[in-house]
């Protein structure tokens, strides 16, 4: 469960978290949320500080736990709000604006507690096809080996020149269809072909943060 109503940083963890397999539920309201935990279990909770309400929400919290399901607390807000987790009883926090790579951390440490052995990623799912487009307008068919925050892994058995190129594929696993511009930095004898990027629009490069997040997480 996440209580805010900051719904920046709750995409970034619903889509981490929904690598890991699990629902999330956004409460914007304390009380509601109060309410709920009293009702059902979570795995984790995480609450905003920013939020109004959540200094009585966490003071009203142990009294809560002890009637019901224990589960791990993560705070989230800037560094006065999250700076002493003592006297709340986290285990972990984030600070606001939270990036991929923080959440990659601090869910990397709670995952044995919040995810109770779910984590599952099938290797194969890299097996799809990316699009190269040269400037000649040719275009040419590869498979996708491997992908990074940097660029990607290629196998083709067609030839391939140095220079730029217009990439097309999809992030396995997901609805995302990159489209970026790159060039080659390495390639071997035998197929493989390692592609930098050199142009990537913003909302796509944060979208390859969010699922390379999801994939180390889940392995």
Known sequence: MVVSRDWQEVSVLECIL???DMDVTVERE???ALARLSKCSVDALIVDCDLNGSSQFLRELPALQRQAKTCPLVLMGGPRQVHDLEDTGALFAFEKPISAEQAVRTLSAARNLIVDGRLRYDGAALEVLVSLKAK????LQARLV??????IQIHTDCAVEA?????????PSSKVQLNAEGEV???DQRGNIGIRFVKLSASEKRALQLWLAQQFLAN
């Open 163 to 171: 220079g730029a190129f217009q990439i097309s594929f999809a992030l």
């Open 136 to 139: 000649a307008n040719q275009t």
């Open 18 to 20: 929904g690598g890991l």
């Open 30 to 32: 304390p009380q509601q």
């Open 146 to 151: 491997n992908v990074s925050q940097g660029g």
């Open 185 to 187: 930095a390495w390639k």
